[in-house]
C-alpha cells in the first residue's frame, strides 16, 4: 500500500483552514470571538437587554431574564439560537439577521455540549488579553502608565522605540526625554522594530480576533509610510529582514506572513505552527527566519524559500521568545517552561546550553558583543543575565534596583553600555552593563501627558 511520509501527512493536515469537518467546535477560537463582534456590544448585563451577559459561559447558562440562555446538548431547547433564528422575538441581533450557517456553527457548540476549551492556549490567551484591555482601560482612565509589552533601539543608539497604548513613543536614549508619540493602534501596540538600517520603524499590534494591524514609519520626520492588514487576529512579533525591505510578522491566528515592507504586499504565509506565534527573529545575515510557539516548538526557514530547515523542541511550554547571535552563529530560544536554550546553527538537533529563570522568560537579548543574554521573567528577581560561555550569571542588578513587576521586554543598546527593561508596571529602567547600577528609571510618554 502506498503511504505518505509522516511529515508530508503532517503538513497537509494543517495547512488547510484550522478545523477540519469532525473537530469539535473551539469555544475560543469561533464562539468567543464570534460573541464579541455580535453581541458583547448590548449584552453587557443590563436591564435593557433583559440582564442577559455573554462574555462568559456561565453568564450565558445563567442567562437572562428567560432563564438560561443556553442547554448544553440541546441547542434547539436553547433561548440564544431561538432568539439568533426568530423562533422567539424580538429576532437577535436586533435589525440585522445573521447568516445561517454562522448560527449553525452556534448550534453544534452547543449540541457538543457547549465545552469551553478552558486548557488551550488560546482560551488563555485570550482571557489575558481581555484582562489585560479592562485593567488598561482603568489604568488608562487612571492615568497609570500601559504595561509596556516591546521595546527597540534605533541602530544608532541614539532613540528607543516604547510599545504602548496605542501608541508607539519614541524616547531619546540620552535624555530619557519622549521625542514623539506615534498614534493610530486601535489598542495596545504588541511589538516594535527599527530595520537594521535604521530607516524605518514597525509597530503592530491588532484588535482581538478581528485583526492585526502594522504601521511604518520612516525615521528622519517620522512620516507613517505604511500601514498594512491582513492577519486575522492580534500581531505578536515583527521583525525586518536585514539588506531587504521584507518585514515577517506573526502572532494569535497562528500565521507567519512575509511583507515587502515597501508595497505593504504579503509576498508569502508560513501555516506551519499549530498554535499561537509568540516571537520573529532573522538572522543577521538575512538567511533565515525563526519563530517561536505555543506548541512548544522553534522552527527555522530558509529566509529565500520560506521552506522549513529545521524544528526545535526541547522545550516544554509555549516557545515565548527567539534571537539570533549577533555573529549569526546561533540561536536563542526562552520558554514559559522557565528555561532557556542555546543551539548551534551548523547543527540544530540538540541545544548546546540551557538557562533556567525564575519564572516565565518573556524577554530576551543579546548584548551586541555577543558575551552574554539578559533575559526577563515574572520570577523574582525578575531580570536576569548569563554568559554565554558557561551559563553563569553576569553583572547582578540590586534587587533594591530591580524591575518590581513583570519583565515584558529588554534591550540592550547598540553601544554595549546599558540594557533596557519594561513590562507591566509601565516603567523604562536602564542599567549601566559595567556594574548594573539603575541610570535611569521613565515612565515614557509620562513627561509630555
Ligand atoms: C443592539 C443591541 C443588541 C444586540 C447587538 C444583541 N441583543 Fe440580544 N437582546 C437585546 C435586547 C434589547 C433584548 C431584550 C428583548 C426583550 O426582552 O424583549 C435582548 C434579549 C436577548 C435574549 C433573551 C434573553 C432573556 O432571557 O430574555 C437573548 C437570548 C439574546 N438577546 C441573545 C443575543 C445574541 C446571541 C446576540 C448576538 C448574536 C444578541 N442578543 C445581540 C439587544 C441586543
Known amino acids: 500500500m502506498f503511504r505518505l511520509p509522516l511529515s508530508i501527512v503532517l503538513l497537509i493536515a494543517s495547512s488547510g483552514q484550522l478545523s477540519v469537518a469532525e473537530d469539535p467546535v473551539s469555544y475560543a477560537q469561533a464562539i468567543a470571538p464570534f460573541l464579541e463582534e455580535h453581541c458583547i456590544a448590548c449584552h453587557d448585563d443590563g436591564f435593557e437587554t433583559s440582564d442577559l451577559a455573554v462574555h462568559d459561559l456561565a453568564a450565558m447558562l445563567k442567562g437572562g431574564r428567560r432563564g438560561p440562555s443556553i442547554v448544553p446538548g440541546k441547542a434547539s431547547e436553547s433561548l440564544l439560537i431561538q432568539y439568533l433564528k426568530g423562533i422567539k422575538q424580538p429576532q437577535m441581533p436586533p435589525k440585522t439577521s445573521l447568516p445561517l450557517d454562522q448560527i449553525a456553527v452556534l448550534e453544534r457548540w452547543i449540541n457538543e455540549g457547549a465545552k469551553v476549551d478552558e486548557g488551550s492556549v488560546v482560551t488563555q490567551r485570550r482571557e489575558q ?21 516591546s521595546l527597540s533601539y534605533r541602530p544608532d543608539g541614539e532613540v528607543v522605540a516604547v510599545a504602548g497604548y496605542r501608541e508607539v513613543i519614541l524616547i531619546d536614549a540620552a535624555t530619557g526625554k519622549t521625542i514623539r508619540r506615534l498614534a493610530g493602534f486601535s489598542e495596545q501596540v504588541m511589538a516594535v522594530a527599527f530595520s ?32 498594512i492588514r491582513g492577519h486575522a487576529d492580534v500581531i505578536l512579533s515583527v521583525a525586518w529582514r536585514p539588506k531587504s525591505d521584507q518585514i515577517a510578522s506573526a502572532g494569535l491566528d497562528r500565521l507567519i506572513i512575509v511583507w515587502d515592507g515597501a508595497t505593504g504586499k504579503p509576498i508569502r504565509t508560513l501555516k ?36 522549513q530547515t529545521a524544528g526545535l523542541s526541547t522545550h516544554n511550554d509555549s516557545v515565548l521568545q527567539v534571537a539570533f547571535s549577533p555573529d549569526g552563529l546561533h540561536l536563542a530560544t526562552a520558554s514559559a517552561d522557565r528555561g532557556m536554550a542555546v543551539w548551534r546553527l551548523a547543527d540544530l538537533k540538540n541545544p548546546i546550553r540551557g538557562f533556567g529563570h525564575t519564572g516565565p522568560v518573556h524577554a530576551l537579548a543579546w548584548r551586541p558583543d555577543g558575551t552574554s543574554l539578559w533575559a ?38 547598540p553601544d554595549n553600555l546599558s540594557v533596557a527593561a519594561g513590562g507591566w508596571d509601565g516603567t523604562l529602567n536602564i542599567y549601566s552593563l559595567k556594574d548594573g547600577s539603575k541610570l535611569r528609571s521613565i515612565v515614557p510618554g509620562g513627561d509630555s501627558r
Not at 215 to 227: D, H, L, P, S, Y
Not at 387 to 412: C, H, L, Q, T
Open 376 to 413: 526577563g521573567s515574572g520570577g523574582k528577581p525578575s531580570f536576569l543575565s548569563y554568559k554565554f560561555e558557561n551559563g553563569n550569571r553576569v553583572v547582578d542588578i540590586k534587587d533594591s534596583a530591580m524591575p518590581v513587576d513583570w519583565v515584558y521586554a529588554v534591550a540592550v543598546s
Open 196 to 227: 537594521p538600517d535604521g530607516r524605518h520603524l514597525a509597530g503592530a499590534g491588532g484588535t482581538p480576533g478581528r485583526g492585526g494591524e502594522i504601521r511604518i514609519w520612516e525615521t528622519q520626520g517620522w512620516a507613517e509610510t505604511k500601514v
Open 272 to 307: 506551519h505552527h499549530s498554535d499561537i506565534v509568540n516571537t520573529l527573529a532573522y538572522s543577521p545575515d538575512g538567511k533565515r527566519l525563526a519563530s517561536g510557539s505555543a506548541d512548544k516548538t522553534a522552527k527555522v526557514f530558509d529566509a529565500e524559500t520560506g521552506l
Open 129 to 149: 488579553m481581555r484582562k489585560q484591555a479592562t485593567e488598561e482601560a482603568a489604568t488608562f482612565a487612571s492615568d497609570a502608565p500601559p504595561p509596556i509589552t
